[in-house]
Every structure is written in C-alpha cells, then in structure tokens.
C-alpha cells in the first residue's frame, strides 16, 4: 500500500541529489557562462508543462496612457531589455508617469518586445537597438536633456557618458555577479552622474562600499512604488482561491496558503524556500501550502526544488506553477514569501503588502522597509549567505550548495508558522480580509525621480 508513496519519495531524493550536483557544479562556473550557455542548455533539455494560473474576471488592468501635459525636458531612460526582470516594470512605470511632472520620456533600449510596444502604444517614444549595434548617437537621437541609466549595457552606459548630457544613474540590485571590469564601469559612470539613485539603503550600501572612498557621496534612496489598490472583497477572494485550488488540483478552502512570486533562478533560492516551508509544514498542524509561481529561467534550480518536495512526506503541501497572474495569486492568498539570497527592492513583495497580505521575507534590500509598513504581521528573518550588504557570489554558492540545510532555515519556518498562527486567529474572529498596506506609492516614486532629473537637467533653475 505504501509502495507508491515511498517510490516516489525515493525519486524525489534522487531527483534533488542529482539537481544539487548540477546546480552546485553551475555555481563553479562563472556568471556569464551560466546566463549564456549553461540556462540556455538546460531550458532545452529539462523543461516541462506547469500549471499556471490565469487573470480572474476583472483583474486585468489596462496600461494607463502617458500624460500629454507640456514637457519642461526630455528624458532618456536608458535601459537593457524591456521584458526581462522587475526593471521593465520600474521602467515602464517611470515611462508613463513622469509627464505629469514635466519630464518627457523617451526609452532607449536593446531589442524589441512587448513592453516596448505597449509603451509606443500608450504614446511614449520607444527607440529599440539590436544587440552590438549600439551608437552614442541612439541617445542623441532621443533628443534629451538628461540620460537616466537603468542598469544598461556597458556599451549603452558609455554611450550615455559619451552624449555630454547630464547622467541619473539608477541602482535596482546587490550586483553580486559584477567583475572588476564591471565596476571599473560603474566607477566611471558614478564619476559622471549628478547623482545616483539606489532603490533601497542596502543598494546604495552595497554600492558605497565598492567605490573609492573619496569618492563624492552622491547617492540618494528612492524606494520602488506600486500602484495603491482598493481592498478585494471576500467573494474575490473565494472565487481566487477556487481558481487556484482547481489549477493545483487540491481543495485549499480551509488551507493557509503562502504566495511566492518569484523566478525560477538561484538569485530567488527556489530550493531553500522550499526545503524550509517543508520543515514549517512538520513542526506544526496547521493546512500550510506553499504556491511558487514564475519563469524558469533556471530549470535546473527548479527540478532541484521539486525533487526537494518529491522527497517529503508533505510533498503535496508545495505547488509549483508556472508563469501566473500575480493579482489572481495574491487575492488567493494568505501570506508571501520570498527567501532571495539578493534583491534590490522586491516588487512582488510590495505588490503583496498592498494586497493585504502578511510578509514573511529574507534580509534582503527593501525588506526592512516593506516590514517597517506592517510590523505587527510581517517579519524579516536573516539572509542565508549573512549580511544583507555583503552577499557575494561565493557566499549565495555556497548556500546553494546547502539548500537542505541553511543557517536561517529554523528562522523561516519559525516566522511561516507564527504568521499563519495569525492568519488563523483573523479568520477565528472574523477579521479576514485586512485592509491594504499603503506605502510610498506610484506617483510618490515618480514624482522623487522626476525632481531629481529637472534639477539635473536645469541645474541653475
């Protein structure tokens, strides 16, 4: 009777030895082999159907058009790829924001896509370059006043230094992967930016700690904002959850189900999150479920996690979807969590605050902020490679490396089971469906970036 439970079992723990052998040999590797080669090779070789969870009647919303109010100056927002990470999103959200402040953008990037596109068609200028065919005169050609640099590809940073224009260098992650080149290249760009935006205290530390130390201080906090949204009334978020419950094949009516938003990639610690919910799910009675949702940009880290929970007595307590609806997975939810080895400013996490939902979130860039806005619900527990500021990418190998086992794995489980002790209580007595936490908003971030780049542009003003 047991024999195909304990089969599969034993298949999980193969899976996850096997997938740990490989992620670990990945870690080896330097960076630019593992993004260029190594995923490109796996996402060919190891892919499969997940499930995913798709956009509940009414939940998808409409790109808002760029303001038409007269600009006072042109921006250039000089970016990579549109349609790859939570930049875009930040990007985005500038490109349709700042004519409200007198800021016309335009957007400079590598390649095309449909991000780009729905930028053009909400009336904003989009000038797409291919790849090695980036000039200094892509940037002239936008006609700016000021250059703000998103993370850009070194020949696009210099392109922007080259223009003569005023620079806003804008700062979204610990770049851990970064070579002595690269931070020669950020050195130079930081010498010529008016001022250099980091999305939260750890960024601009991580950051300040790699320059010389009589470098000018020119950085200046602008945490990420997301859009303010009204409470979901308790009849969405019953039809969510049934949507959900019916896309992971389990009833979750009654269960504490934990929202994790997230690529499939070892900067998100996938496998970690994973083995960790696995040890809360033990230590307590509570219905824990654990639904992770994202691309796998990396299919080994994700085949390493669903050995992990292929392994588990609990295995059908974690769901491992694809790609999804984020507001549709937030609305189902009850609490998220994110074990990232690094972050600058957790997106997905700052749209779950402003769903209503509890934080469970490792010590990563924005996560003491976005825990400061609920701290009677929310909790940050420490980063499984120690310091937030000085994570490497030795130390997130070497925590990969022990996925099974890391040194904030009891802190975790701890803070899951005391949240959903909460969750439980609030439904008890009848509080479910806690109102949204407002923080710095949309408009706020906008507003700071678009000050911060008429200053640079009209310095005498």
Same mark, same amino acid.
């Given at each position: 009777?047991?024999?195909?439970?304990?089969?599969?079992?034993?298949?999980?723990?193969?899976?996850?030895?096997?997938?740990?052998?490989?992620?670990?040999?990945?870690?080896?590797?330097?960076?630019?082999?593992?993004?260029?080669?190594?995923?490109?090779?796996?996402?060919?070789?190891?892919?499969?159907?997940?499930?995913?969870?798709?956009?509940?009647?009414?939940?998808?919303?409409?790109?808002?058009?760029?303001?038409?109010?007269?600009?006072?100056?042109?921006?250039?927002?000089?970016?990579?790829?549109?349609?790859?990470?939570?930049?875009?999103?930040?990007?985005?959200?500038?490109?349709?924001?700042?004519?409200?402040?007198?800021?016309?953008?335009?957007?400079?990037?590598?390649?095309?896509?449909?991000?780009?596109?729905?930028?053009?068609?909400?009336?904003?200028?989009?000038?797409?370059?291919?790849?090695?065919?980036?000039?200094?005169?892509?940037?002239?050609?936008?006609?700016?006043?000021?250059?703000?640099?998103?993370?850009?590809?070194?020949?696009?940073?210099?392109?922007?230094?080259?223009?003569?224009?005023?620079?806003?260098?804008?700062?979204?992650?610990?770049?851990?992967?970064?070579?002595?080149?690269?931070?020669?290249?950020?050195?130079?760009?930081?010498?010529?930016?008016?001022?250099?935006?980091?999305?939260?205290?750890?960024?601009?530390?991580?950051?300040?700690?790699?320059?010389?130390?009589?470098?000018?201080?020119?950085?200046?906090?602008?945490?990420?904002?997301?859009?303010?949204?009204?409470?979901?009334?308790?009849?969405?978020?019953?039809?969510?959850?049934?949507?959900?419950?019916?896309?992971?094949?389990?009833?979750?009516?009654?269960?504490?189900?934990?929202?994790?938003?997230?690529?499939?990639?070892?900067?998100?610690?996938?496998?970690?999150?994973?083995?960790?919910?696995?040890?809360?799910?033990?230590?307590?009675?509570?219905?824990?479920?654990?639904?992770?949702?994202?691309?796998?940009?990396?299919?080994?880290?994700?085949?390493?996690?669903?050995?992990?929970?292929?392994?588990?007595?609990?295995?059908?307590?974690?769901?491992?979807?694809?790609?999804?609806?984020?507001?549709?997975?937030?609305?189902?939810?009850?609490?998220?969590?994110?074990?990232?080895?690094?972050?600058?400013?957790?997106?997905?996490?700052?749209?779950?605050?402003?769903?209503?939902?509890?934080?469970?979130?490792?010590? /990563?860039?924005?996560?003491?902020?976005? +825990? #400061?806005?609920?701290?009677? &619900? =929310?909790?940050?527990? $420490? @980063? !499984?490679?120690?310091?937030? /500021?000085?994570?490497?990418?030795?130390? +997130? #190998?070497?925590?990969?490396? &022990? =996925?099974?086992?890391? $040194? @904030? !794995?009891?802190?975790?489980?701890?803070?899951?089971?005391?949240?959903?002790?909460?969750?439980?209580?609030? &439904?008890?007595?009848?509080?479910?469906?806690?109102?949204?936490?407002?923080?710095?908003?949309?408009?706020?971030?906008?507003?700071?970036?678009?000050?911060?780049?008429?200053?640079?542009?009209?310095?005498?003003?």
């Amino acid at each position: 009777m047991t024999t195909g439970p304990f089969r599969g079992r034993v298949g999980g723990a193969m899976s996850a030895f096997m997938f740990g052998i490989m992620a670990d040999a990945t870690s080896l590797l330097p960076p630019k082999w593992r993004y260029a080669y190594v995923h490109p090779i796996t996402r060919k070789l190891l892919p499969r159907q997940l499930g995913v969870v798709g956009a509940s009647s009414g939940a998808a919303l409409s790109t808002p058009r760029a303001a038409g109010q007269p600009a006072s100056i042109i921006c250039a927002i000089v970016t990579d790829k549109l349609d790859v990470g939570g930049i875009g999103s930040v990007v985005e959200t500038l490109a349709i924001g700042l004519s409200e402040f007198g800021v016309r953008p335009v957007i400079v990037c590598q390649g095309d896509g449909a991000r780009a596109q729905r930028l053009r068609d909400a009336g904003v200028r989009v000038i797409s370059v291919a790849d090695g065919t980036i000039e200094t005169s892509a940037v002239i050609d936008a006609g700016a006043d000021v250059v703000q640099v998103h993370s850009a590809p070194p020949v696009l940073e210099q392109a922007a230094i080259d223009s003569g224009l005023p620079v806003v260098a804008v700062l979204h992650n610990t770049e851990i992967h970064y070579s002595r080149r690269q931070w020669i290249g950020f050195a130079a760009l930081y010498s010529h930016a008016s001022s250099a935006i980091a999305v939260s205290h750890v960024v601009r530390e991580f950051h300040r700690h790699r320059l010389s130390p009589s470098s000018e201080d020119r950085f200046v906090v602008i945490p990420n904002g997301s859009p303010n949204r009204p409470l979901v009334n308790e009849a969405a978020r019953r039809a969510a959850r049934v949507g959900l419950s019916e896309t992971v094949g389990q009833d979750l009516t009654d269960a504490v189900v934990f929202i994790c938003l997230a690529r499939y990639d070892a900067q998100k610690n996938i496998a970690g999150t994973v083995s960790s919910f696995l040890r809360a799910v033990d230590s307590t009675d509570l219905p824990l479920h654990l639904v992770i949702a994202g691309d796998p940009s990396d299919w080994v880290e994700l085949r390493r996690a669903d050995g992990i929970r292929r392994r588990s007595r609990h295995r059908d307590r974690v769901h491992l979807l694809g790609q999804s609806d984020a507001r549709s997975l937030l609305d189902a939810g009850d609490g998220f969590v994110l074990d990232s080895f690094f972050e600058g400013w957790p997106v997905a996490a700052t749209e779950a605050l402003e769903a209503g939902l509890p934080l469970v979130l490792s010590d /990563v860039g924005g996560a003491v902020e976005l +825990v #400061g806005r609920d701290p009677a &619900r =929310s909790i940050v527990v $420490p @980063n !499984a490679t120690g310091p937030a /500021v000085e994570v490497t990418d030795s130390r +997130v #190998g070497w925590a990969r490396w &022990r =996925s099974g086992r890391q $040194p @904030n !794995a009891k802190h975790l489980a701890t803070a899951i089971v005391r949240v959903a002790e909460r969750v439980v209580l609030d &439904r008890e007595s009848g509080r479910a469906g806690v109102p949204p936490i407002h923080g710095p908003g949309v408009r706020e971030m906008v507003r700071a970036h678009a000050e911060l780049l008429l200053r640079a542009a009209r310095p005498d003003a």
